[in-house]
């Protein structure tokens, strides 16, 4: 089966400037989630979505962050304006659904806020 | 928020020698999943323990559950460079009913394993 798609790999962009990662999961996994993962730490869970309604954004920035699945498939996740602490690894997973089961993660986007 | 401490949080060794990683919590999680990383890539899932008490072994890796479902062990007989990785456990929580389970990482374990 394909894997999570996420793009792009890498972004580079100042401070105050406005970013979008996409994410698209495997076929049929209702569970999406997105984790940032600063450089040597464990990833942290900022959005988590069963189809396209959202399960948990405790942990979400929502001044600057936010985060949609549309139709309850693919998922973007937005950052604006960017400050230099959001530089970190962007991840998206997936998992089939209710309890949290096998997480299948994309490669994830580095962002790098200069 | 449930936290899961690991440690050590690095660890440099020979090949061939053994190791074992530790993560720890106050919490109690209904399951405990280990997770390897390698740069540039996601988490990879390597076990689930559910069972307090349980042991799951995985070629060389050795995975144990604590009795009170608070913490477990990763141990690793005989590294081999090709285990070097950032190595994170991963605490389940709230799934129960209509609720939906939530995953929390520890910070993480860097392996080396030199030649």
């Known amino acids: 089966e394909a894997g999570v798609a996420q793009s792009p790999r890498y972004k580079i962009i100042e401070k105050r400037q406005s970013v979008a990662f996409w994410c698209n999961p495997i076929?049929?996994?209702?569970?999406l989630y997105w984790y940032q993962q600063i450089l040597g730490q464990g990833p942290k869970l900022l959005i988590q979505f069963q189809n396209n309604g959202v399960v948990d954004d405790s942990q979400l920035p929502k001044d600057r962050f936010s985060a949609e699945r549309l139709k309850g498939v693919d998922s973007t996740l937005k950052i604006q304006p960017a400050k230099l602490e959001d530089s970190a690894v962007y991840l998206c997973?997936?998992?089939?659904?209710?309890?949290?089961?096998?997480?299948?993660f994309g490669n994830g986007t580095r962002l790098t806020v200069t | 928020t449930q936290l899961l401490e690991q440690s050590p949080q690095f660890l440099s060794i020979q090949e061939g020698e053994n190791l074992t990683v530790y993560c720890n919590s106050s919490s109690v999680f209904s399951s405990l999943q280990w997770y390897r990383q390698e740069p540039g890539e996601g988490p990879v899932l390597l076990v689930t323990v559910v069972t307090g008490g349980e042991v799951k072994k995985l070629k060389r890796l050795t995975f144990q559950f604590g009795d009170a479902r608070k913490d477990s062990s990763l141990h690793i007989t005989a590294a081999q460079p090709g285990d070097t990785g950032l190595y994170l456990c991963?605490?389940?929580?709230?799934?129960?009913?209509?609720?939906?389970?939530?995953?929390?990482f520890g910070q993480g374990t860097i392996l080396t394993v030199h030649p």
């Open positions: 076929s049929g996994h209702a569970t």
């Open positions: 991963a605490g389940e929580y709230g799934a129960g009913g209509t609720s939906y389970g939530k995953l929390t």
């Open positions: 997973a997936s998992s089939l659904g209710h309890a949290v089961g096998t997480l299948h």
